[in-house]
């Protein structure tokens, strides 16, 4: 996984780099999709020291590409790193999302599908449903790599955008194919660029540059229980930084905000969009 990371990176930094505009979220997602022909590679963390536990680093390699103007779909490679334990894979996703609509409204929805095999040990909390909580955080490697979980997992994406601000809620459901019931949860996100004009000199450091927001997430339950009770909820600022060449940087810290969640879930995000990646093939195969 260390090597295909390096590689993929080495390719984007070698290419012409592209701003992403998607808003600074780490488990909201907009109405935001990748332009069509473009990847965008990224590796983002999670590191956290769970109550009665170890801590823990959880990095998440994503490759997403925009496949149509409508239609983007993403990979996620996956491992955790717990102290005085081990370093191991934890599984895979594919996401696809879907603009419903060709055109942008006053509220733009997504539609989101996608399908993973990850194991439990899984520590990158990329959503909340059911009743997720402390205790998925606190086991050994040993203990939870054996629970293997093969779920689907569906989103209602809503997005609005007004005046520089975005302003998204996320309804989410998610099934286990091995039949135990479905679970639900939810993210909402609001952010801002710090300016919404470029200067007329070059800076590295400008406002436009910057953008922040905040996000909260957690989960509602299963369709034999839905609700609360026993349920985990996170909520933190967000901030992102993207200079005039390099990778984007995303930060945030995220407090949960109930007994049944970690203290803190610190993370960030590094990412690269190589623009019309798919071109690459076709001068290939032209040649």
Known sequence: MAALLLALLGCAVASQVAR???????????DALEEPGNLEIALKGTTATPRNAHGYFSPTLELEYGAKAWWTTELY?????????????TGFRWENRFRVLPTEHWVNPVIYVEYEDVNGADKSVLEVVGHDGLEDLQ??????????????EGKLILSSNAKGWNFSENFIAEKNLTGEPWEFGYAMGASRPLALAAQSRSCAFCREHWGAGAEIYGGLGTALGFGLHDT???????????????PRIDFSPQFGLNDNSAGVLWRFKASYEIQQFRDWFRREGAR
Do not use: C, K, M
């Open 20 to 30: 992403a505009q998607e808003p600074p979220y780490f488990v909201t997602y907009s």
């Open 77 to 89: 490679l996956q491992g955790v790193a717990v102290a005085n334990d081990s370093t191991i894979f």
């Open 139 to 152: 086991g050994t490697n040993a203990e939870s790599r054996g629970e293997v979980e093969r779920e689907l």
């Open 232 to 246: 985990s909820h996170y909520a933190g600022p967000t901030v992102s930084y993207t200079p005039p060449r390099g």
